[in-house]
């Protein structure tokens, strides 16, 4: 006769209950969280502004595409791909106009991103002052500066930081590394570089951190924030016409003027976004409205003058060097003197024109809003973050097996050299071996830009937000008529305040 007594194992909570049940859903959750978010989560319906997403990924995509091209490429070959189309009698397919801008388009897009970053700061802020709202523009802009820095260091402190600590745990050899002695020596040397890198109004020093070396347009990313949210609330109050013109004048001053080109970039954004929303509202300046029956046509037109001037020759930083490049004599002239990178002045028009064209033309907007341009743009900053130490590392690697290497990849990973032979044959920048190693190289980067995304960047923007929330206090009782006002009450109120 079975026993009444129910041991440990054959409990309902332990055996076959609610403990299973506990186990199974910690499992799946894990397993969940390792998939890729494209095949673990649903995708979110598309917004109006899907396509300033899909524009992100894609140039994200673009700048790990263009590093890994010079890093397979040193020496001649860089100098090649970063000269006009027939200079020195070299034409090669990746230098022609256009072409150019998806095989040495880091910079292009790096632009991009700085108009899209100034447009998409700009839309909640400007939606208020249209609406005239400027006690809820004043709580976004508060929140919005107190969370911006967390929100963009946070992710940057997490990467390099295990960036930093595989060198002594894995014990990996990395191109340009220059490891400490000690754990302890490389805990202190990249915690004294790192608060210098994160301080924005830093004047001195080189403008590189030398954990990852890719990620110097992080500050110019934070001052452009500033930027754009100084400028909102300085132009809340001013009438249409007025406010426009003060955002093309700030775009001015900072390129024309002085030598402020990120800021340039966004502060056109938001002379975008500005301009877009009042033409939701059919208010735009007659100007505009006027130039409607031709649209379609000016846009596309636009749109080639972008893929042009992206592709501007940056072999050098004298502009009399532009001028040698083959159809760019004459654009050579438009340099203003102010501009101490000639190539960031072309390039500016270039990233304003594309992102003012995209929206209007429908193809173009349709292939952002595909689902992997979108999904691109939910890694984008993560994918910006990694791809860096991937290559230094893995990339590095599997470039020497496959025959692209120097003499310190000889030296010092002697037994990755030329393990698998493959012809360097293609045209330059699409070579068979140079095109093989991506098959790992890119579905592992986006993976780790993946789990990135999930484990730093989601939450850097999530904790800073609750941060934000928990300062806020309580709103203080409005005085009433009967109370007594004396400065004991006084020193009260300010304490609770």
Not at 110 to 118: A, E, M, N, P, T
Not at 181 to 208: H, I, Q, T
Not at 271 to 296: G, M, V, Y
Request: net charge positive.
């Amino acid at each position: 006769m079975p026993s009444d007594v129910v041991g440990i194992l054959e409990s309902e909570d332990w055996a076959g209950g609610e403990h299973n049940s506990q186990c199974r859903s910690a499992w799946k959750s894990a397993l969940k969280w390792c998939l890729p978010s494209l095949l673990a989560e649903k995708a979110a319906p598309p917004r109006q502004t899907a396509y300033l997403d899909g524009m992100r990924g894609f140039a994200a995509l673009l700048v790990y595409w263009h590093h890994h091209q010079h890093w397979a490429h040193p020496g001649p070959l860089v100098a090649i791909m970063e000269s006009g189309f027939g200079l020195n009698n070299e034409y090669r397919f990746a230098t022609f106009p256009g072409i150019r801008a998806f095989f040495n388009g880091g910079h292009y897009a790096v632009s991009v991103l700085f108009v899209i970053s100034g447009y998409v700061l700009s839309i909640k802020p400007l939606t208020l002052v249209h609406a005239r709202e400027q006690a809820k523009l004043a709580d976004h802009l508060s929140s919005a500066l107190f969370r911006r820095w967390a929100r963009l260091y946070t992710p940057l402190i997490c990467t390099t930081f295990l960036f930093m600590t595989s060198w002594h745990v894995l014990g990996l050899w990395t191109s340009g590394a220059k490891p400490q002695p000690s754990y302890r020596g490389e805990l202190w040397a990249w915690y004294a570089e790192l608060k210098n890198f994160s301080f924005v109004f830093n004047c001195g020093g080189v403008p590189w951190l030398s954990y990852n070396f890719h990620l110097w347009s992080i500050p110019m990313e934070f001052k452009g924030s500033v930027v754009i949210f100084t400028s909102v609330l300085a132009f809340s109050r001013c009438s249409r016409n007025a406010r426009l013109l003060l955002e093309a004048g700030l775009v001015f001053y900072f390129l024309y003027i002085v030598d402020g080109w990120y800021c340039a970039f966004f502060s056109a954004g938001m002379l975008l976004c500005d301009l877009e929303l009042l033409a939701a509202r059919d208010a735009l300046p007659s100007i505009f409205t006027q130039l409607q029956p031709a649209k379609k046509l000016i846009f596309h037109q636009l749109l080639v003058v972008s893929l042009y001037m992206g592709g501007v020759p940056s072999h050098s930083t004298d502009v009399a060097d532009l001028g040698k490049n083959p159809g760019w004599y004459y654009l050579s002239f438009l340099k203003p003197q102010a501009a101490l990178n000639y190539a960031w002045f072309y390039l500016f028009w270039a990233a304003v024109l594309f992102v003012a064209s995209v929206p209007h033309i429908w193809w173009l907007k349709r292939f952002f809003e595909m689902d992997f341009c979108q999904y691109l743009g939910r890694v984008c900053f993560a994918l910006y973050l990694v791809h860096g130490p991937i290559l230094l590392t893995l990339g590095d690697r599997l470039y020497t097996a496959f025959g692209w290497h120097t003499e310190a990849q000889v030296r010092n990973l002697s037994e990755w050299v030329d393990i698998v032979e493959l012809p360097k044959w293609g045209p330059l920048g699409l070579e068979l071996s140079f095109l093989v190693p991506h098959l790992i190289l890119l579905p592992v980067t986006l993976y780790c830009a993946d789990l990135v995304t999930r484990a730093f960047d989601k939450p850097s923007m999530k904790i800073p937000q609750r941060l934000y929330a928990t300062t806020l206090g309580h709103p203080t009782r409005p005085r009433q008529p009967g109370d007594a006002v004396g400065l004991s009450n006084l020193f009260t109120t300010n304490a609770h305040q």
